[in-house]
């Protein structure tokens, strides 16, 4: 069988039927209720609490026990979650009426005093990761029991959207209240979602079960449990799917896809992701702080045969921040295509005719690896010397956070909305943790505002257009791929339907 090739065109077409979901031949079969749902993942969590969450795994778990106020479809639309309905009376204001008859899991309440707490909790809580996510929240008031009143220090166009995960995420008063810190290794009776926390055996396995009181009769949830087991070796992640050890695999790396494929006893599920994998160059100290050198660099790659040789084509290469699964996707503004001569132009502009030399950290995983030895032998042809600085993950935070390094590696599962892939990235402001690069641009700063300020979708969306072609320009970043995120399941997997955030919920799911 060939191995997997996605055009950007078939990129845009895989994300029209995002809703493609492993099921039995002849769609006869009715969902079953029973049996345990066993999952890899390549790394263990880190804690069972939404608020304090940095972990796009973390994510994964969440989606089953927790539920946000607002949820995603297959075309990322919003859909009510906890909230049934919600208006905008005007720019500053968000209403959102609350779901009755919800209850945690702990047998309290889901109510219009447990939303305000949670809010207040992420604002206030001193270890909170959403504090980012909700700052423009200015307070959060109780019309009645049902329904609550969000007020905005400024307009948030992206606030809806932000909504549907984390910083949306309803976790139990009293759980909080009365657990502390212990909520960050048990979880029980926190979430109001179709499943509940049962254990958590560190690297061992997370356990969760049906929620038998769930409020939402349609549908599932079907599983007795799901099983989470860190397996951090692919190799081996993959040997127990298709030795019927697991029942689905959280990711197939591109180099496994096309055995994968060709294997009858495993079902494929490409879904297009949200994801923006890139490298963040350091504006803060020589040699990226001289534009005509970031430049030269963007000019020395080769992104479509970085995209072919070392993703093997699962995925398209990055005009920008933005992907092609969003609405706000630009496909008129290409790539940065290689121009070596353009390349040795902005060197002798920079003032390094002869070229200079700087340094890559990045993951110390096998196709980060292959990646930066590619690109190390492309700049070599611009007369770019690159060394390669490999670090495992927690180090590779610490230096992005310290802005200890020349040009570094950044992997961004994506948001909903582009405000999710650019704000925190490019904003001058304070607190936006992610601006690595140390950018401060007061023309993408005023366009960012403007991207939250102004509703209407298709002027927000000439907007972000505008600040690709200026990221492009001022590169706080070389964007690389837009990568399709191939997940992989036993044949017995009925029900999953994919959504391009990548998360995996497994409400409807069942076996067959």
Avoid at 429 to 457: F, H, Y
Wanted: a neutral charge; charged letters at 25%.
């Amino acid at each position: 069988m060939e191995r997997m090739a996605v055009s950007r065109r078939t990129f845009l077409r895989l994300c029209a039927v995002a809703g493609l979901a492993p099921g039995p031949a002849d769609g006869a079969d009715a969902p079953k209720t029973g049996g345990t749902l066993r999952v890899g993942f390549y790394i263990e969590a880190a804690t069972m609490d939404p608020h304090l969450s940095g972990s796009k795994v973390d994510r994964q778990i969440y989606h089953n026990i927790y539920e946000p106020l607002v949820t995603l479809d297959t075309k990322l639309g919003i859909r009510p979650g906890l909230a049934e309905s919600w208006q905008q009376p005007d720019s500053r204001t968000l209403i959102f009426n609350l779901r009755q008859g919800v209850k945690f899991h702990d047998g309290t309440d889901f109510n219009a005093e447990a939303a305000r707490f949670n809010f207040n909790r992420m604002k206030t809580e001193p270890k909170s990761v959403r504090k980012g996510e909700v700052a423009n929240i200015e307070s959060v008031d109780v019309v009645d029991p049902h329904t609550i009143r969000i007020n905005l220090k400024k307009p948030d166009a992206a606030l809806l959207a932000t909504l549907t995960d984390r910083a949306g995420m309803m976790i139990s008063p009293k759980v909080v209240q009365d657990r502390g810190a212990e909520l960050q290794r048990n979880a029980k009776g926190a979430g109001t979602g179709p499943f509940e926390f049962v254990e958590w055996i560190r690297d061992d396995h997370l356990l969760i079960k049906r929620n038998e009181n769930y409020w939402n009769k349609q549908g599932g949830p079907y599983l007795d449990r799901v099983r989470y087991r860190p397996i951090p070796d692919d190799t081996v992640k993959l040997q127990s799917l298709q030795a019927g050890e697991i029942d689905v695999m959280d990711y197939v790396q591109p180099r496994d896809v096309a055995a994968v494929k060709a294997d009858r006893n495993v079902v494929v599920v490409d879904v297009p992701s949200l994801a923006d994998f890139a490298y963040q160059l350091n504006h803060t100290r020589p040699p990226f702080n001289v534009k005509a050198l970031r430049q030269a660099v963007a000019y020395g790659l080769d992104l479509e045969q970085i995209v072919r040789g070392v993703w093997l084509n699962v995925g398209v290469p990055a005009n920008g921040p933005v992907p092609p699964t969003s609405w706000a996707y630009d496909r008129t503004i290409p790539p940065i295509k290689r121009d070596l001569a353009r390349a040795k132009a902005k060197l002798a502009e920079g003032g390094q005719p002869s070229g200079f030399a700087f340094t890559l950290t990045t993951n110390n995983i096998p196709i980060n690896i292959q990646e930066s030895e590619v690109i190390q032998a492309q700049l070599r042809e611009a007369g770019i010397t690159m060394k390669i600085k490999l670090v495992d993950s927690a180090t590779l935070l610490s230096d992005g956070n310290s802005r200890n390094f020349d040009m570094i590696s950044y992997q961004w599962s994506g948001r909903p909305d582009p405000d999710g892939n650019t704000y925190q990235f490019f904003k001058t402001t304070p607190g936006t943790s992610l601006n690595w690069s140390g950018i401060s641009n007061p023309q993408i700063d005023t366009l960012l505002d403007r991207t939250r300020e102004v509703a209407n979708q298709a002027e927000r969306k000439r907007l972000f257009g505008e600040l690709t072609k200026i990221l492009q320009e001022e590169l706080p970043m070389i964007f690389i791929i837009h990568p399709v995120e191939p997940k992989a399941f036993s044949p017995r997997v009925q029900g999953y339907e994919p959504i391009p955030d990548g998360m995996m919920r497994f409400k409807d799911v069942w076996l067959r």
